[in-house]
């Protein structure tokens, strides 16, 4: 029964976990800002300062309650942005044929977009001065209004193109400010359960886009309600994240917190943070090659999941011929496997205190499984099923290499500095940007055929079920006579021999030939000339796109290979053995520094 209640207490933050290894040891540094002398706490209320709409910062941490709800707030509304962002990727063919876009175009868009929002992501770094909260709440309403009026009344290509482009700031400035705030709420001893969670942003997303997709794309036929839906979704979460997110002051979050029983001593250190000296020259402290150099392989290693969210409908409709609603319930198995990971293996990599072996173990997995998923390409007769098992096992690999990163990533930065979170994320954010946009130009290159499949396939295949007596007659004739026949002024002669050519191919009287070859004269000169012009070179496409998009998901598995020594960079221990000495340690010099405080500051935690 006792043990039960300590991880009770432990579930609600009201006591160290049992048997906790951590992730790295505390070390006071410049940085985290050792107590100089004992001051009293701040003042003001158990929970923060007075309520207000624009001042959100807390000057004390949150209840263990409110600090939850805290922590939902932010994933919710990193869930939804991304909802927002990806929810194109579900009706993409529909976009194209509404707008008559051609595929590079679109590609040249999803690039114009990631560039705004490596932009913004720059930006966000000034979050570490101005704060998270509002970035985030305000960030959200520009993205939702954009996605729910202006994307679905767009009426030209260049209109949905400006749309797009503000949902990607938007979006940058919250992929930053977000797990900002996330670390703030999360002591290292729980980082990886907690970014765990904010990673379920995207994947939770991706997720909502291929469920509400495949489920209503059937009766809600318009690819504009797909828009709609999200954007209404959005400016519901607006106003709850307008009325209830908030912030750590910047003298509580510029500090490192290990666990939350630390909440007291961080609280006396603040009084003697200068706020100044730790955030000067931000991008000096943090462009640096331990933040750089795994910021880039991370970014290589989700090229699957990029590529994923923008491709997987179009790939699996074009080379294996499902519909929309079936590509998009693969995505849901995809998203969904790795929702269930990113969070379990969140909780173990606390559990166990070492993150960078899961990681490890994890990235050598998804490499297999990439390298097998890319093998199918060139098996058109891969069934249904059988791709539901390698993306489950290939998403859940994946999610549980990326949780612990991220949480070890923000340790890493903390090592450098606590002050400057915001920054360090921006460096991340920014490079996944870059990676994105160089992805999304370099796939035609890849990938030549997909710019015919997608902009030609689809009409000459209505095309080909509208006139298939037609095409079937045209067949039938021998390409000599047939051009014979297609002259401005045919001999005489081509008329009867066509027909004899009909009889001979089709069995059927010389009557019916007749009618069947004046059925093909019939046929509108556009069509004719369309699937005169583009219906061999759909053929060519079709035939050479497995093996091209297979190229692809190869190069995807190559980043994969290139993320994992770059994990030996972050901060943190192998063996839970060193952790274990480590924490013991860091309790140690904990306990120092409480002794030394004022009795009236020393409250239950």
Same mark, same amino acid.
């Given at each position: ?11 609600? *933050? ?41 001042? %959100? ?10 600090? *939850? ?8 509304? +990193? ?71 202006? @994307? ?36 290292? @001893? ?57 912030? !750590? ?5 510029? $500090? ?27 991008? %000096? $402290? ?13 970014? !290589? ?39 269930? +990971?990113?969070?379990? @293996? ?6 166990? *205190? ?57 340790? +890493? ?9 915001? &920054? ?11 990676? &994105? ?16 499949? @997608?902009?030609?396939?689809? $009409? ?39 027909? %004899?050519?009909?009889?001979?191919? #089709? ?20 069509? %004719? ?61 904990? #306990? ?7 009795? #009236? ?5």
């Amino acid at each position: 029964m006792n043990g039960l209640r300590q991880w009770f207490l432990w579930l609600v *933050g009201e006591e160290p976990r049992p048997r906790l290894v951590p992730a790295r040891a505390y070390v006071p540094t410049a940085q985290s800002a050792p107590a100089p002398a004992p001051t009293p706490a701040l003042t003001g209320p158990p929970g923060g300062r007075s309520f207000s709409l624009w001042d %959100r910062k807390l000057d004390h941490y949150p209840s263990p309650r409110r600090r *939850g709800f805290l922590l939902a707030m932010v994933v919710l509304t +990193t869930i939804i942005t991304y909802y927002q962002q990806y929810v194109g990727g579900a009706v993409g063919p529909s976009i194209l044929a509404h707008f008559q876009m051609t595929f590079r175009f679109y590609l040249t868009i999803s690039v114009a977009s990631s560039v705004f929002g490596m932009a913004a992501s720059l930006l966000a770094g000034l979050a570490d001065r101005w704060g998270r909260a509002n970035m985030i709440v305000f960030g959200l309403l520009a993205a939702s209004l954009t996605t729910a009026f202006a @994307v679905p009344l767009a009426k030209t290509e260049w209109q949905f193109a400006a749309a797009l482009c503000v949902i990607g700031f938007m979006e940058g400035v919250i992929l930053v400010a977000s797990p900002a705030l996330v670390r703030d709420f999360s002591p290292q @001893v729980r980082r990886g359960a907690a970014m765990g969670f904010w990673t379920l942003g995207p994947v939770v997303a991706s997720l909502i886009v291929s469920e509400v997709a495949s489920n209503t794309l059937k009766s809600l036929h318009p690819w504009e309600d797909q828009y709609h839906i999200a954007g209404v979704t959005g400016l519901v979460m607006f106003v709850i994240a307008f009325l209830t997110l908030r912030e !750590l002051s910047p003298q509580l979050r510029d $500090q490192v917190l290990y666990s939350l029983r630390e909440r007291v001593v961080i609280e006396a250190r603040a009084r003697g943070l200068d706020i100044g000296a730790a955030t000067s020259k931000p991008w %000096r $402290q943090m462009v640096q090659w331990d933040i750089v150099v795994p910021a880039l392989g991370v970014s !290589l290693f989700l090229l699957v999941y990029i590529s994923a969210v923008a491709f997987f409908v179009i790939y699996f409709s074009s080379v294996f011929g499902f519909t929309q609603a079936q590509s998009n319930g693969l995505g849901n198995w995809f998203w969904a496997a790795d929702a269930i +990971t990113v969070v379990a @293996v969140g909780f173990l990599s606390d559990r166990i *205190g070492v993150r960078k072996p899961i990681m490890v173990v994890a990235a050598t997995i998804a490499v297999v499984m990439t390298a097998i998923f890319a093998t199918r390409a060139t098996h058109p007769a891969t069934s249904y099923d059988s791709f539901i098992v390698i993306l489950v096992v290939l998403s859940a690999s994946r999610g549980a290499a990326y949780a612990p990163w991220m949480a070890s990533f923000t340790e +890493t930065i903390e090592h450098r500095n606590p002050a400057l979170v915001a &920054t360090g994320l921006a460096v991340w954010g920014w490079t996944v940007r870059l990676v &994105t946009a160089v992805a999304l130009l370099a796939l035609p290159f890849v990938v030549t055929s997909a710019t015919t499949i @997608v902009d030609y396939a689809p $009409q000459v295949q209505a095309l080909s079920i509208h006139y298939a007596p037609e095409i079937a007659t045209a067949k039938a004739i021998e390409p000599a006579t047939l051009k014979e026949l297609q002259s401005k002024s045919p001999p005489k002669s081509a008329i009867p021999l066509a027909v %004899r050519q009909i009889v001979a191919t #089709e069995h059927v009287t010389a009557s019916v030939a007749l009618q069947h070859l004046l059925a093909l004269r019939a046929l509108p000169a556009s069509d %004719r000339a369309f699937l005169a012009a583009h219906g061999k070179q759909v053929l060519a496409a079709k035939e050479q796109s497995p093996k091209q998009w297979e190229h692809w998901w190869l190069i995807c598995m190559a980043g994969q290979l290139l993320f994992i020594p770059t994990i030996f960079l972050l901060v943190g221990r192998w063996r839970p053995s060193a952790a274990r000495r480590d924490l013991e340690e860091h309790d140690r010099l904990v #306990e120092q520094e409480r002794a030394q405080l004022p009795e #009236e500051v020393l409250v239950p935690v």
